[in-house]
């Protein structure tokens, strides 16, 4: 198993800004493709986007508000979140998936809580 680990969550209030992070182990960071996803209760989880190092892709709802990007000599991702709403309060997921492997490696989350 390798270890995917998330950090930064908190509480923000709504509009503000959070920088979530995600640290890989096992020497695989530079050939995965890195994701994050989150989830609130009751709810499916999504997709927030998606970097394999040279293209992002972000869901709709993102609307230019969050950033992925990475750090390969730190094997750290990272998602910048800009103008939080309510709705957005969530567990946010980060997942590797190495290039040549079929397997998804997931973290335990970060809780983010958008409130006034």
């Known amino acids: 198993q390798v270890p995917v680990v998330e950090s930064g969550g908190g509480f923000v209030q709504p509009g503000g800004s959070l920088i979530l992070s995600c640290v890989v182990s096992?020497?695989?960071?530079?050939?995965?493709?890195m994701a994050w996803y989150r989830q609130t209760p009751g709810k499916q989880r999504e997709l927030v986007g998606i970097?394999?190092?040279?293209?992002?892709n972000y869901a709709d709802f993102v609307q230019g508000r969050f950033t992925i990007s990475r750090d390969n000599a730190h094997d750290t991702a990272y998602l910048q979140m800009n103008n939080l709403k309510v709705e957005e309060t969530a567990v946010y997921y980060c997942?590797?998936?190495?290039?040549?492997?079929?397997?998804?490696?997931w973290g335990l989350g970060t809780q983010v809580t958008v409130s006034s």
């Open positions: 970097t394999n190092g040279m293209t992002t």
């Open positions: 997942t590797a998936k190495p290039t040549f492997s079929s397997n998804e490696y």
């Open positions: 096992g020497r695989i960071f530079s050939t995965s493709a």
